[in-house]
C-alpha cells in the first residue's frame, strides 16, 4: 500500500516562500514521474508540477512558471516543491502523485495546507 506524506505547509505573506515535501512508502519510487497538485477551495484539483523518474527534467503550469521549482531525491523517497514569490491566488491544499504518464497511485495523501495573505 503507497503512502504518501506531504509537509511544509503554512500561512505565508505574499512574496514569501515554503519548501514542500512529499514522502512516498510502499513503491518503487524511483521508477515514477511525481507531481505537486493543488486544490482550492471550490476548484478541481490541477497539475503545478512534474518531473520525471530520474529528475532530468520538469515542467510547471503556467501560472507557477518562474516561482516554483520541483525537485526529487530518489536516495530519500521524497519530492520537493520549493515555492516562491507566493501570491494569493496560491492558497490551496498541496497534494503529490505521479505525473509524466507514470500510472497514478490510487491513493492521494492528507495534503498540506499553503494560505499567502497578508
Known amino acids: 500500500q503507497v503512502q504518501l506524506v506531504e509537509s511544509g505547509g503554512g500561512l505565508v505573506q505574499p512574496g514569501g516562500s515554503l519548501r514542500l515535501s512529499c514522502a512516498v512508502s510502499?513503491?518503487?519510487?524511483?521508477?515514477?514521474?511525481m507531481g505537486w497538485y493543488r486544490q482550492a477551495p471550490g476548484k478541481q484539483r490541477e497539475l503545478v508540477a512534474g518531473?520525471?523518474?530520474?529528475?532530468?527534467?520538469?515542467n510547471y503550469a503556467d501560472s507557477v512558471k518562474g516561482r516554483f521549482t520541483i525537485s526529487r531525491d530518489n536516495a530519500k523517497n521524497t519530492v520537493y516543491l520549493q515555492m516562491n514569490s507566493l501570491k494569493p491566488e496560491d492558497t490551496a491544499v498541496y497534494y503529490c502523485?505521479?505525473?509524466?504518464?507514470?500510472?497514478?497511485?490510487?491513493?492521494w495523501g492528507q495534503g498540506t495546507q499553503v494560505t499567502v495573505s497578508s
Open positions: 518531473i520525471t523518474s530520474g529528475g532530468g527534467r520538469t
Open positions: 502523485n505521479t505525473a509524466w504518464g507514470s500510472p497514478p497511485f490510487s491513493s
Open positions: 510502499g513503491s518503487i519510487f524511483s521508477i515514477y514521474g
